[in-house]
């Protein structure tokens, strides 16, 4: 919200400065690459579409996007284009246009006005810094943001790293493992799956929120193959399946297992002497991103469990799904 209301009030001095009819500032969206959409306007009048979205390439806009150039038309009658964040006959009534490219991040900063020869190449000289600040204020706002995902991250795995003492017993440390782990990688579902002593066959040793299996006839324990699980088991691989992959066609635990429709999935393989004892996963309905900062810290948390599981000599402990 803080973001959105410096951008309209830079906007609001863009029109101003330039006695401009619009401004628009067009930024890209994260959750579709290489699209723009408008992060902020101005405009004097009711026609703009202020969701307005542009693809490198599209109209004029998209051309500056594209190029990374400046462009100025001064008489739009006789060099016609398209806008592209009009309705309506609306963009028919524009006399003059100008648009910079935003440096650092991408995107677009236009002006456009309904008088003819209203804009000159000093103009977009004044444009251009108004596109940099722009540009600077988005990119200090990501560096906070992953700053602060960062720190998140931090602050769990050093709880995750004093479980130990102040959850000795294993059922509970098991708990408030999943637990943490969920929450600081904001998935609903944190899973611990372990092999069983003839290595055959796993189980659930623990599942962050209930529920998550559907009905009542859930095995107690699954063949080392079956379901995703079964194959990180097998081929000691990790898995990950976000918003910008495709989702996984393999069922959890099986076919045979009802579990809820998990868009994104971590699974991780929990090894130690030379075996894969362990997959440690994060599942959840909604397509979330997977980002490699996410991999790295859900990567430091499962070789702080396998170290934790062999120091404990807790191997034949889990053997047992009563353990």
């Known amino acids: 919200m803080q973001q959105t209301a410096f951008y309209e009030q830079l906007l609001d001095i863009v029109g101003n400065v330039f006695d401009a009819y619009s401004a628009v500032l067009f930024l890209p969206d ?4 290489g699209v723009c959409r408008a992060a902020a306007a101005f405009s004097l009048g009711e026609a703009l579409n202020r969701e307005a979205a542009i693809a490198p390439g599209q109209g004029l806009v998209g051309w500056i996007i594209r190029e990374k150039k400046p462009l100025l038309i001064s008489n739009f009658d006789q060099q016609r284009g ?4 009009y309705r309506g006959g609306e963009e028919e009534r524009i006399r003059a246009f100008m648009g910079h ?4 991040t991408g995107g677009a900063l236009c002006i456009d006005t309904r008088k003819t020869y209203a804009f000159v190449e000093k103009d977009l000289k004044i444009l251009s810094q108004f596109a940099q600040l722009a540009g600077n204020h988005l990119a200090r706002s990501r560096e906070v943001a992953q700053s602060l995902v960062e720190h998140g991250f931090y602050k769990a795995h050093q709880r995750i790293a004093l479980l130990h003492k102040t959850h000795p017993k294993w059922a509970a440390f098991r708990e408030a493992f999943l637990s943490i782990l969920a929450e600081a990688a904001g998935f609903r579902h944190a899973i611990l799956a372990v092999r069983d002593e ?3 066959s796993y189980f659930l040793e623990g599942v962050s929120e209930s529920p998550f299996l559907g009905g009542r006839d859930v095995p107690g ?3 080392v193959g079956q379901g995703l699980v079964g194959w990180v088991f097998k081929n000691n ?3 990950y399946t976000g918003e910008k992959d495709e989702a996984s066609r393999l069922p959890l635990f099986g076919l045979d ?4 429709d998990c868009k994104s999935v971590i699974c991780l393989p929990i090894a130690f002497s030379k075996k894969t004892r362990a997959v440690l996963t994060l599942a959840d309905p909604r397509p979330l991103p997977v980002a490699e900062d996410l991999k790295t810290f859900v990567g430091m948390v499962s070789e702080s469990l396998a170290l934790f599981l062999e120091n404990l000599h807790l191997r034949t402990r889990l053997g047992s799904p009563s353990a």
């Open 198 to 200: 003839s290595g055959r």
């Open 221 to 223: 324990r699954f063949s």
């Open 237 to 239: 691989t990790p898995v």
């Open 30 to 33: 994260p959750a579709e690459p």
């Open 257 to 260: 297992v009802a579990t809820i």
């Open 82 to 85: 398209i806008l592209g964040y």
């Open 101 to 104: 490219p935003v440096p650092a």
